[in-house]
């Protein structure tokens, strides 16, 4: 999943700041959740597909 949603934020050309702040959180906690400390909530996860145009399976499942 880590893999995934670095990959999906890359190919955007977004950094992580750029990407807490479309979905609403604190850049430490989007670097957190994306290196896989924290888990993501529902909201975030959904708002985290639309901002790339996938699904959840496609950030989230291995």
Do not use: W
Not at 25 to 47: N, V
């Amino acid at each position: 999943m880590i893999h995934k949603l670095y990959i999906a934020r890359r190919e955007k050309g977004l950094y992580q700041k750029d990407v807490a702040r479309k979905i609403g959180i604190h850049p430490q906690t989007y670097h957190e959740k994306e290196c896989g400390k924290k888990d993501f909530s529902l909201r975030e996860a959904k708002a985290l597909a639309n901002l790339f145009g996938c699904t959840l399976n496609d950030l989230f499942q291995d």
